[in-house]
């Protein structure tokens, strides 16, 4: 039970990583918060998690790019389970693949609020909950793309604010490290996720082929490893870029 009684937030869990991860997190032990716009599938995922012999899952739809939901997350958490232990912060758009000249500054704009700036609002909620726990832990969701994304077109928004994430990571774990506060980023290849091709077998087929594995992450694989980053033996890790890209980075340096 690698998170047991610990209470965790979960963003984008209506679907993909996040719901692979909110199942995961309950089976280890951990109450999960449950964040995403869906009401319905975050509905029905509670409780099914309920159901099982984990922990608890309670939910509450919203936006990420509005900072009083970020915050509402974090009341939640402290008023249903008595406080917060933890964050995965993994809500994320690809938003328009297009070249820059050609993309809209609505698109650059939803991908860096979506993407970057709810960053911000999570952090500035969950760290001060945390700090009342005496520590705890945040992973928050970046990509290969941000990491060493190999000049791929048509990425450029993407690509930009999952590299603002790693930089936003190693400065939070930086400040906050005292206080036992770790914090780190996870970095997945691509992922059989409804962003990620889903139900389109062109695209996974064309995605899988890029990565040296030759195939895509299962949700519940990018979840093992928020997992770990989230648990106790990850204690001496913080400020850290978890690569999990099937091999994606390796190719492309």
């Known amino acids: 039970m690698e998170l047991e009684n610990k209470n965790i937030i979960i963003t984008g869990a209506s679907s993909g990583i996040g719901a692979a991860a909110a199942r995961?997190?309950?089976?280890?032990?951990?109450?999960?918060?449950?964040?995403?716009?869906?009401?319905?599938?975050?509905?029905?995922?509670?409780?099914?998690?309920?159901?099982?012999?984990?922990?608890?899952?309670?939910?509450?739809?919203?936006?990420?790019?509005?900072?009083?939901?970020?915050?509402?997350?974090?009341?939640?958490?402290?008023?249903?389970?008595?406080?917060?232990?933890?964050a995965f912060n993994n809500a994320g758009i690809v938003g328009e693949m297009t070249p820059i000249a050609s993309m809209t500054i609505e698109n650059w704009n939803s991908v860096v609020a979506v993407n970057l700036t709810s960053g911000f609002y999570a952090a500035q909620a969950q760290i001060p909950a945390l700090r009342k726990r005496g520590g705890g832990s945040i992973v928050f969701t970046?990509?290969?793309?941000?990491?060493?994304?190999?000049?791929?077109?048509?990425?450029?928004?993407?690509?930009?604010?999952?590299?603002?994430?790693?930089?936003?990571?190693?400065?939070?774990?930086?400040?906050?490290?005292?206080?036992?506060?770790?914090?780190?980023?996870?970095?997945?290849?691509?992922?059989?996720?409804?962003?990620?091709?889903e139900g389109n077998s062109e695209v996974l087929a064309f995605v899988s082929g890029?990565?040296?594995?030759?195939?895509?992450?299962?949700?519940?694989?990018?979840?093992?490893?928020?997992?770990?980053?989230?648990?106790?033996?990850?204690?001496f890790m913080t400020g850290a870029p978890m690569v999990v890209d099937g091999g994606m980075s390796v190719r492309l340096l």
């Not at 990425?155 to 190693?170: D, E, P």
């Not at 990565?211 to 895509?216: A, G, S």
Request: charged residues 20%.
């Open 24 to 86: 995961l997190f309950a089976q280890e032990g951990a109450n999960v918060v449950l964040g995403a716009r869906r009401q319905r599938e975050l509905t029905a995922l509670a409780d099914e998690i309920n159901q099982g012999n984990g922990g608890r899952a309670v939910l509450l739809s919203g936006d990420v790019c509005d900072p009083s939901y970020a915050l509402s997350l974090v009341e939640l958490a402290e008023e249903e389970f008595g406080g917060l232990d933890g």
């Open 142 to 197: 970046s990509s290969f793309v941000g990491f060493s994304n190999g000049g791929l077109p048509g990425m450029s928004a993407y690509a930009a604010t999952k590299a603002g994430i790693n930089g936003f990571v190693q400065s939070l774990a930086t400040e906050h490290a005292p206080e036992g506060i770790r914090i780190n980023s996870l970095l997945p290849g691509g992922t059989i996720t409804p962003a990620g091709g």
């Open 210 to 235: 890029l990565h040296p594995l030759k195939r895509m992450a299962e949700p519940k694989e990018i979840a093992q490893a928020a997992l770990f980053m989230l648990s106790d033996r990850a204690g």
